[in-house]
């Protein structure tokens, strides 16, 4: 037994908490160093399997589990309100995606990416691509299922296997999503779930069978995985942290780009990386954009997450909500803080906050450069373009942004300067799997979604033919 493995800690079972009522849900047990090698191995034998060379097996099982989601759609919806807090409404736009990522994914499986043509001296080249390897896919409890599909769709199109390690908080839905992969046809040995906290997932980003990592958290995490995979030249896919800026110039659609910022900003309570937290303004508009977004957010329905007339749930825990009542609490003391305050509801313990809107800000300001995963947003106003973008990129992160403004070539020369990648144009949270996303600077490296999703998690090899000679003539 390998010596990392060795080292996990015997830990008792995974026990998630509705995050609405602060019930334990039930528990699951963890991975043991073990079961990880053994889910390896097997997965690194499945690479020599039918399953990485038969584009037409894997285009199928992709196309059956999405079906497959899209028929127990009530029942993983459910369980997503359960364990993350998140409204049902978006429980339902998640499953939709994923049904959606498979589908475009599994018509990806069947690509064929290679060149081939005539070097100068006569001879063949072939330029192909292959499976990277085994994968460890590491995922976080926000978007559990998209997060983790979005990923894996296309590294199973292009014919890897995995390890799929999510956060505790959503370890069953995520097998009840693995399970009904594998009645739709993915084979056993393809996807394995890993569970357990911070020493399992060290464990299997830093398995010796584990070829590539693709990882979607916090930057600080983040930067942890980076160093881990930079000791055995692992390929890695990192979407961190964000904040995600939008813009308002002077001749945009006010009421339409506020309407955007509500409900980017309380979107899965604001525990979202592309979540909507500053909100850039040209002067003349200031006034009227704060108070549509004061009166935006103060409209919000907050309560239980399955109710469908609920804008807004809990926050994830309680730890969550002693972290944001305390952000707050700095940020009275030297900015204008309107709303943040808790909300109690009959019955329902958990966090449940009223948004927050803060201003008097600089790009200095803590409650500006730090990612607060919290329904809070900044208004800040700006005087030109240039200064527009000078502020979005005013962070170190960069991972999405949006613009609005009726003038096209505004819109093009904004876009252009931010460092962000993805820039959406009278917009905001457009994602779809045929265009690729990922972050620039502390938001990440590599790319998921399109045809760069597939080729991320590829090795690009080149083969080479020598002609032989021509025969002397008789």
């Known amino acids: 037994m390998r010596p990392e493995a060795e080292a996990l800690p015997a830990e008792t079972p995974i026990r998630p908490v509705n995050p609405a009522t602060l019930v334990p849900l039930s528990p699951i047990a963890v991975t043991t160093a073990t079961e990880l090698d053994e889910a390896a191995a097997r997965a690194d034998a499945a690479l020599r399997s039918p399953w990485t060379v038969d584009g037409r097996r894997r285009a199928a099982a992709l196309h059956g589990w999405g079906e497959a989601l899209t028929a127990h759609a009530d029942e993983l919806a459910e369980a997503l309100v359960t364990e993350t807090g998140k409204t049902v409404t978006e429980a339902h736009q998640e499953i939709r995606a994923c049904t959606d990522a498979l589908t475009y994914n599994a018509g990806l499986a069947r690509h064929l990416g290679g060149v081939a043509g005539t070097l100068p001296d006569g001879t063949m080249a072939h330029v192909t691509r292959q499976p990277v390897g085994v994968t460890a896919f590491v995922v976080p409890w926000n978007w559990p299922m998209l997060l983790l599909l979005r990923d894996l769709a296309p590294a199973l199109a292009a014919g890897v296997t995995a390890l799929v390690k999510p956060a505790p908080q959503t370890s069953l839905v995520t097998r009840r999503v693995l ?19 911070t020493e399992v997932g060290r464990a299997a980003v830093s398995h010796p069978l584990v070829r590539a990592v693709a990882f979607t958290g916090s930057t600080a995490v983040g930067t942890e995985i980076l160093q881990a995979t930079g ?5 890695t896919l990192l979407e961190l942290g ?3 800026a939008l813009v308002i110039c002077a001749d945009a659609d006010v009421p339409a780009a506020v309407a955007a910022a509500v409900r980017a900003t309380v979107v899965t309570a604001g525990q979202m990386c592309m979540a909507c937290t500053r909100v850039l303004v040209a002067r003349p ?8 977004l004061t009166d935006g957010l103060d409209s919000i329905r907050v309560g239980h997450p399955g109710d469908p007339s609920t804008d807004m749930g809990p926050l994830v825990s309680p730890a969550a909500g002693e972290r944001l009542a305390q952000t707050l609490a700095d940020a009275r003391v030297r900015h204008d803080v309107h709303g943040g305050r808790q909300v109690h509801l009959d019955g329902l313990p958990g966090n449940f906050v009223r948004p927050a809107v ?10 500006v450069q730090r990612e607060l995963f919290a329904p809070v947003v900044t ?7 240039s200064e527009a973008v ?11 942004a949006s613009v609005w403004t009726r003038d096209v070539h505004r819109a093009w020369r904004i876009a252009r300067g931010i460092e962000a990648g993805t820039v959406w144009v009278n917009g905001y949270n457009h994602s779809y799997p045929e265009t690729p996303s990922g972050g620039f600077k502390s938001s990440g490296i ?9 080729e991320q998690f590829t090795e690009l090899k080149h083969i080479h033919f020598a002609v032989p000679a021509a025969s002397e003539p008789a």
């Open 358 to 367: 803060v201003t008097e800000v600089t790009p200095k300001s803590p409650i």
């Open 379 to 385: 208004v800040e106003p700006f005087d030109d373009e």
């Open 231 to 235: 000791a055995g030249m692992k390929r």
């Open 446 to 454: 590599g790319r998921t979604r399109g045809l760069a999703g597939v």
């Open 242 to 244: 964000g904040k995600g």
């Open 390 to 400: 000078r502020l979005v990129n005013a962070t170190d992160y960069g991972l999405a």
């Open 179 to 197: 399970a009904l992969g594998r009645a739709a046809g993915l084979p056993d040995d393809v996807a394995h779930l890993v569970v357990g906290g």
């Open 285 to 292: 508009a200031y006034r009227d954009v704060l108070e549509r």
